[in-house]
């Protein structure tokens, strides 16, 4: 439960806002003047302060000092009436805050008390309430989400396929805090001839099937963000289109005659690096920089292996929550997890936990992971055994001895340990080939 | 104080007068909007109608409050309008 401070001389708003922060399960305490706020601030701390500039008796810029006086991280939101005011504030008071423009949405306070409940910006594990990770490249990457996320450029996601472009994208989205929607597409999903209509909308009778005038992802996402994934997948003739929609800021729907303004944040993601991009041409030099203003690049799950047992209990935490069951995730299985090059990244790791959760005993307590977790993308080389139809058990055995012996230096207690059998049962084996051999 | 002195001042304090009107008037939105939303909310937590209906005459309040402050702009709107004529007349 979050203790918020609402200052704002409008009475009729905030005892509506009241109401609601009551109902989303927090408490608010009303201040209608600076010098009630003052009053408030000196017997109380806050985890979120929430500030109108107007106020009867001063403006609310001069509760930033009191509020950073407290020993609790008081998150700042100032309330504006004008955007043009955030950039006047952020020169004051630095990036760190947040902005609510009237009228304030639902959503936009959700959106600010999961980032005030962050604090560090962790809430039950979560990083802008989407992103999970402890390791220090991820740590970096909050960092840059942070700062890019008030600055409005248009964003580009690099990172190999499954690292979680979208929610990465997602996570600058919440940062950000806009009032518009977060609106996700793939642009390799559309059809060569829709993806047009999709993305610009279009007019009635514009095209055969086009029996009603229907707005674009561009129009949805208007005040919010629009994602495009796999933008490197665009048919290059419609690139011309979207890039004077992101110069101009408006919008022709197809078959239209008169354009729209809109105004959303552009964040792009591709599994491409920039270098393919540049060599096989799949994206115009001129929109790929329109686009990438603030490159990004995620990495991939190897990167960050110490992160792997967080984002499998928190996958096991939700498959919990959805079955109702309180299955544990085995401790001896973690090396093994760890120890995996997960091909198929945060993806892959999300879908063996879901595989395992279901293949697990309903007896048991713990889910069960498969013996291999090879994947047909997987990186790990299997050595070829030379194995074939016909040769004889006894065969195998004196191969796979023999290999596993030599593959660990001739430590015969860690074959032994490896290969399931006593120390002395692999001597008693290795004495029978010598004796062969003789 | 020169007559253009005058006009200067009275230009200025009439453009106060209207950005203060404006932010009423947005306020007045934004307590629509919030008490909107929290009817939404309890409709859907399924609270009592009364309390509902408590939040629906916060809107009409707001409604009756910016239809007065729109009838008065109204009027100083027509204020420049008649001493244009008057002007010209």
């Given at each position: 439960?979050?203790?918020?401070?609402?200052?704002?001389?409008?009475?009729?708003?905030?005892?509506?806002?009241?109401?609601?922060?009551?109902?989303?399960?927090?408490?608010?305490?009303?201040?209608?003047?600076?010098?009630?706020?003052?009053?408030?601030?000196?017997?109380?701390?806050?985890?979120?302060?929430?500030?109108?500039?107007?106020?009867?008796?001063?403006?609310?810029?001069?509760?930033?000092?009191?509020?950073?006086?407290?020993?609790?991280?008081?998150?700042?939101?100032?309330?504006?009436?004008?955007?043009?005011?955030?950039?006047?504030?952020?020169?004051?008071?630095?990036?760190?805050?947040?902005?609510?423009?009237?009228?304030?949405?639902?959503?936009?306070?959700?959106?600010?008390?999961?980032?005030?409940?962050?604090?560090?910006?962790?809430?039950?594990?979560?990083?802008?309430?989407?992103?999970?990770?402890?390791?220090?490249?991820?740590?970096?990457?909050?960092?840059?989400?942070?700062?890019?996320?008030?600055?409005?450029?248009?964003?580009?996601?690099?990172?190999?396929?499954?690292?979680?472009?979208?929610?990465?994208?997602?996570?600058?989205?919440?940062?950000?805090?806009?009032?518009?929607?977060?609106?996700?597409?793939?642009?390799?999903?559309?059809?060569?001839?829709?993806?047009?209509?999709?993305?610009f909308?279009?007019?009635?009778?514009?095209?055969?099937?086009?029996?009603?005038?229907?707005?674009?992802?561009f129009?949805?996402?208007?005040?919010?963000?629009?994602?495009?994934?796999?933008?490197?997948?665009?048919?290059?003739?419609?690139?011309?289109?979207?890039?004077r929609t992101l110069e101009t800021g408006m919008v022709l729907r197809?078959?239209?005659?008169k354009e729209l303004p809109v105004q959303?944040?552009?964040?792009?993601?591709?599994?491409?690096?920039?270098?393919?991009?540049?060599?096989?041409?799949?994206?115009?030099?001129?929109?790929?920089?329109?686009?990438?203003?603030?490159?990004?690049?995620?990495?991939?799950?190897?990167?960050?292996?110490?992160?792997?047992?967080?984002?499998?209990?928190?996958?096991?935490?939700?498959?919990?929550?959805?079955?109702?069951?309180?299955?544990?995730?085995?401790?001896?299985?973690?090396?093994?997890?760890?120890?995996?090059?997960?091909?198929?990244?945060?993806?892959?790791?999300?879908?063996?936990?879901?595989?395992?959760?279901?293949?697990?005993?309903?007896?048991?307590?713990?889910?069960?992971?498969?013996?291999?977790?090879?994947?047909?993308?997987?990186?790990?080389?299997?050595?070829?055994?030379?194995?074939?139809?016909?040769?004889?058990?006894?065969?195998?055995?004196?191969?796979?001895?023999?290999?596993?012996?030599?593959?660990?230096?001739?430590?015969?207690?860690?074959?032994?340990?490896?290969?399931?059998?006593?120390?002395?049962?692999?001597?008693?084996?290795?004495?029978?080939?010598?004796?062969?051999?003789? | 104080?020169?007559?253009?002195?005058?006009?200067?001042?009275?230009?200025?304090?009439?453009?106060?007068?209207?950005?203060?009107?404006?932010?009423?008037?947005?306020?007045?939105?934004?307590?629509?909007?919030?008490?909107?939303?929290?009817?939404?909310?309890?409709?859907?937590?399924?609270?009592?109608?009364?309390?509902?209906?408590?939040?629906?005459?916060?809107?009409?309040?707001?409604?009756?409050?910016?239809?007065?402050?729109?009838?008065?702009?109204?009027?100083?709107?027509?204020?420049?309008?008649?001493?244009?004529?008057?002007?010209?007349?």
């Amino acid at each position: 439960m979050l203790n918020i401070l609402l200052v704002d001389d409008d009475h009729a708003f905030s005892e509506a806002f009241s109401e609601m922060i009551e109902m989303l399960g927090h408490h608010a305490t009303l201040a209608h003047s600076v010098a009630e706020a003052k009053q408030a601030l000196a017997v109380e701390q806050f985890d979120l302060g929430l500030l109108d500039l107007m106020l009867p008796d001063g403006s609310g810029l001069e509760l930033l000092d009191e509020m950073s006086k407290g020993q609790r991280a008081t998150h700042l939101a100032i309330i504006t009436g004008h955007p043009v005011v955030k950039a006047q504030v952020r020169t004051l008071c630095g990036p760190h805050i947040s902005y609510l423009t009237k009228p304030i949405s639902l959503d936009q306070i959700k959106s600010l008390l999961a980032k005030a409940g962050d604090k560090g910006q962790v809430d039950d594990g979560l990083h802008f309430d989407c992103l999970v990770g402890e390791s220090e490249v991820m740590k970096k990457l909050y960092k840059t989400i942070a700062r890019v996320a008030d600055s409005g450029a248009n964003v580009m996601l690099l990172g190999e396929s499954g690292v979680g472009k979208e929610l990465v994208a997602r996570a600058i989205h919440n940062c950000a805090t806009p009032t518009g929607a977060f609106v996700a597409a793939n642009c390799g999903a559309f059809s060569r001839e829709l993806i047009g209509s999709e993305l610009f909308g279009h007019e009635k009778g514009s095209f055969t099937g086009a029996i009603a005038r229907k707005g674009g992802l561009f129009e949805r996402a208007d005040q919010g963000t629009l994602f495009l994934d796999e933008v490197t997948e665009m048919p290059l003739d419609l690139q011309p289109t979207l890039l004077r929609t992101l110069e101009t800021g408006m919008v022709l729907r197809v078959g239209g005659t008169k354009e729209l303004p809109v105004q959303c944040r552009v964040i792009s993601a591709t599994n491409r690096s920039p270098q393919e991009i540049a060599e096989k041409n799949c994206l115009r030099e001129d929109i790929y920089y329109r686009l990438a203003v603030f490159p990004i690049t995620i990495p991939p799950l190897r990167d960050r292996r110490g992160d792997i047992p967080l984002l499998a209990r928190h996958f096991l935490k939700e498959l919990n929550e959805r079955g109702g069951t309180t299955l544990e995730l085995p401790e001896r299985d973690m090396a093994k997890l760890q120890g995996y090059d997960w091909p198929g990244n945060v993806r892959e790791l999300r879908h063996t936990i879901h595989r395992a959760y279901i293949m697990s005993d309903p007896e048991s307590n713990e889910i069960e992971f498969p013996d291999q977790l090879a994947s047909p993308f997987s990186s790990e080389e299997i050595a070829p055994t030379g194995l074939r139809v016909g040769t004889t058990i006894e065969d195998t055995e004196r191969q796979l001895i023999l290999m596993t012996v030599e593959e660990l230096g001739g430590d015969k207690r860690k074959a032994a340990e490896m290969l399931g059998v006593s120390l002395k049962t692999l001597y008693n084996r290795l004495n029978q080939y010598e004796r062969v051999k003789e | 104080m020169s007559r253009d002195d005058s006009l200067d001042k009275s230009l200025v304090d009439q453009c106060r007068s209207d950005a203060n009107q404006l932010h009423e008037l947005r306020n007045i939105v934004n307590a629509i909007s919030m008490n909107t939303e929290v009817a939404k909310l309890k409709i859907e937590n399924s609270q009592s109608d009364q309390e509902v209906f408590e939040n629906l005459n916060r809107i009409l309040n707001e409604c009756k409050k910016f239809s007065s402050i729109v009838s008065l702009l109204r009027q100083q709107v027509d204020v420049p309008e008649k001493t244009d004529h008057q002007n010209r007349g």
